[in-house]
Nanobody, 126 residues
């Protein structure tokens, strides 16, 4: 099984930055496609960013493209989400997710990810 733990959330003002980290247990991290999803109060969970196991495929939601950067360090079993120029609309609980499938299609879909972390709160004030 894959266990994920997010960290790095907090309260920032609009225009500020945060870096989220997701630490994965075991040795399966390097074989996992990883993603960040987020869920704002009263809204459905939505895709934010994903990175393939090799790092060669990266997708971003339109809402975060140009501001967020997803990366991974397989040696540290960690995936990161660098969030710059944060906006109040980015306020949400951010979840890390892992996908052990070999397919690289549909990586923006939450249903593709079997393992999820508990989430870390990001709050952006105006």
């Amino acid at each position: 099984q894959v266990q994920l733990e997010e960290s790095g959330g907090g309260l920032v003002q609009a225009g500020g930055s945060l870096r989220l980290s997701c630490a994965a247990s075991g040795r399966t991290f390097s074989s996992s496609h990883m993603a960040w999803f987020r869920q704002a109060p009263g809204k459905e969970r939505e895709f934010a960013a994903t990175i393939s196991r090799s790092g060669g495929i990266i997708y971003y939601a339109d809402a975060v493209k140009g501001r967020f950067t997803i990366s991974r360090d397989n040696a540290k079993n960690t995936v990161y989400l660098q969030m710059n120029n944060l906006k109040p609309e980015d306020t949400a609980v951010y979840y890390c997710a892992a996908n052990l499938n070999t397919a690289t299609s549909g990586l923006t879909r939450g249903s593709m990810y079997r393992y999820w972390g508990q989430g870390t709160q990001v709050t952006v004030s105006s």
